[in-house]
Every structure is written in C-alpha cells, then in structure tokens.
C-alpha cells in the first residue's frame, strides 16, 4: 500500500485505497500527511488477552477492520458492526486478506441485530461519540443485552472537560448536538458518563486514554511523519504523567469508559454452539454469523434463504445480503408474506 492518499474514494473493493483514503478520519488528523505507511497499521487492542478459547468480541463502528485485526491477536473472533456496507465491505475483505476467521453485520448500534448474551467484549473507539445522545443511550442497552454474563465493554470516549476539548472542539460541535442525524463529536462530562453507565450497566469505571489529544496511539509513533511524531511523543508523555496524578482523568481529553453485563445469571445462548461448529467446519463463510443474529424489527429468529441473497425472519421481514455481508437494517428491511417464511423455515 502506497503513502499516497487518493483524491478521491475508491470502492471498498479497492482494499488499499480505500483504507488509504479512510485512514486519516479513523486514525486521526495526525495521518493526513503520511510519510511512511506502506501496509495497513496494525494496532494492539488495549484489552487483556481472552482467558478462554472461542471468546467473542463486537468491534461497533469497524471502519475499516483495524480494530478486527488487533482483537484476533488477542485471542478474539472478532465481529465488526458498521452502519455503512462500504466499510463492512472493507473490514471483511482486510480480515480476508489477513486469513483472519471474522464477520461483519452492517445494522445501527441502537439496534443490535444479535441475540442476547452473545459477546465476551464489545469494543468502539472513537465511533459512539459521534451519534445523538438518544442513540447512544439505546445503544448503551443494547450492548449489555448482548454481552454475555462474564462479558464486559470497554469505550473510547471525549470528555467535555478535556484541558484541549474544551478550548475549542466542544463550541465548534455544540450547534449540531440536538440533530439526530449530524454525525458531529458529542461532548460529556465523567459524571454524565457514570450517570449514563449506571442506567445501563448498574456498574461504572473509567480511565485515562489521552490527555491534550483524542485518538492517540502508542502505535502511531510507528507511522505517522517526523513533526508528527514530536506531536504524539509528547501527547503520550503527558497522558503517562497525568496517569500518576489523582483526579487527572476528570479533565483528560478521551478517556476509555469500562462496565460490565449487569446480569450475571443471564442464560447461555445456545446458538452459540451452531456458530462455532459453522465457524470451523466451513472457515471463512461470512453468513456463518447468521445463526447469531434476530430481526432487529421484530426480534424473532432469522435464517437464510435458499439463494443466499437475503436473511429471512421468522416476524415476516426479509433483509438482504450483499458480498456476503448481512445489511440488518430496518430502513432495508422487506415486508414478505408468510408463505415465503415457511418455504424458508
């Protein structure tokens, strides 16, 4: 892959392009002038190794797959979920390329489109942050619904406090916050987070990611230029003093947000055992994720049609299916009569 950005997007199907052109809105502005990536960054995921084989993890707002990749070498199958087909597109085709055994589910945040008690983590960074408060607040729910009962989250979040968001960032955002659909930075405090947290999980923790940047990686420092360099050298020094400092992370400029499933005792999902046999015994077929996945309208049970074109559901609604990947949306969702279920069924 050249350090050239393309002027335009390429398809999703031209994988180096597309990432090329997508890597400085996912990775930061500090990739906008490349100088020395010539294959795709690979980052470490900032979560401990899964303890146990066949651990699930949800990547929510996958872009491109760079965080699919970073939960593989962590033990993780990894699931990617992107309100845009292009990047789910994307993010399968890396995984591919990689020959890393991963899916993607193109389906809102807000709206889930998996059974309950699937994943042992779900991950987002630098995505939530972006949607209307109302959506985060369902999306919130919708996460501890489909972790599993040992399972736990881990966010990447602004703060509205940050020593840097606050002298700027949060004003030029603040217009757009009450339009539902503008996809600007939203901006809250640690206590609207933990307020937030608490409604959804019943349990709350919190640390520092980056203080005077957002988005900043150890990782970058292998990447990005010179000048850019000395810029992320002393985010990342400032970020390792203030993580010595108490209540530092009350005016931190990101800050990874952490909870737990709120049930302990919530049943097993037995589909589980269908996916994993499918996961094995067919690698690398994407619609091995269907027997995980419900209608996100009427959350009954889904299954795939004889032509492998679309997901059926057992509530009469038909989603279709597009290079393999499931679009689990309900603005793409089909009303189809009872008699096509059955035939599926």
Request: net charge positive; hydrophobic share 40%.
């Amino acid at each position: 892959m050249s350090s050239q950005i393309p002027a335009v997007e390429p398809q999703s199907s031209d994988l180096d392009g597309f990432i090329k052109f997508h890597i400085a809105a996912t990775n930061g502005v500090h990739y906008k002038h490349l100088s020395n990536v010539q294959s795709y960054p690979t980052f470490e995921l900032p979560v401990k190794r899964a303890k146990k084989d066949n651990a699930l993890m949800l990547d929510i707002g996958c872009g491109w797959g760079r965080w699919l990749v970073a939960g593989s070498k962590k033990n993780y199958i990894p699931v990617g979920l992107d309100v845009q087909p292009k990047f789910a597109k994307a993010a399968l085709g890396l995984m591919k390329k990689e020959k890393i055994k991963g899916y993607v589910v193109t389906a809102d945040l807000q709206e889930i489109p998996f059974k309950d008690n699937v994943f042992d983590l779900v991950w987002s960074f630098s995505v939530i942050q972006h949607v209307h408060k109302k959506r985060l607040l369902n999306g919130l729910s919708e996460i501890n619904r489909v972790l599993e009962k040992d399972g736990y989250t881990k966010l990447e979040f602004p703060n509205l406090d940050g020593l840097r968001n606050r002298r700027g960032p949060v004003q030029q955002e603040k217009p757009y916050w009450e339009d539902f659909d503008h996809w600007c930075v939203r901006y809250y405090s640690l206590d609207e987070y933990k307020k937030m947290f608490m409604d959804a999980f019943k349990n709350f923790d919190y640390s520092i990611h980056s203080i005077l940047g957002i988005g900043v990686l150890k990782d970058d420092l292998r990447y990005v230029s010179f000048k850019n360099k000395l810029k992320v050298g002393a985010v990342l020094g400032m970020t390792a003093v203030s993580k010595l400092v108490p209540g530092a992370a009350k005016y931190a400029d990101s800050l990874y947000l952490k909870a737990r499933k709120s049930d302990r005792n919530a049943e097993f999902c037995y589909e589980l055992s269908e996916f994993f046999y499918n996961h094995y015994q067919k690698p690398y077929d994407s619609l091995n994720i269907v027997p995980l996945l419900k209608c996100p309208i009427s959350g009954k049970n889904v299954k795939v049609s004889p032509d492998r074109l679309a997901i059926i559901s057992e509530g009469g609604y038909a989603y279709p299916i597009e290079e393999g990947i499931p679009i689990m949306l309900r603005s793409r969702a089909t009303v189809i009569s009872e008699q096509v279920v059955e035939a599926v069924s």
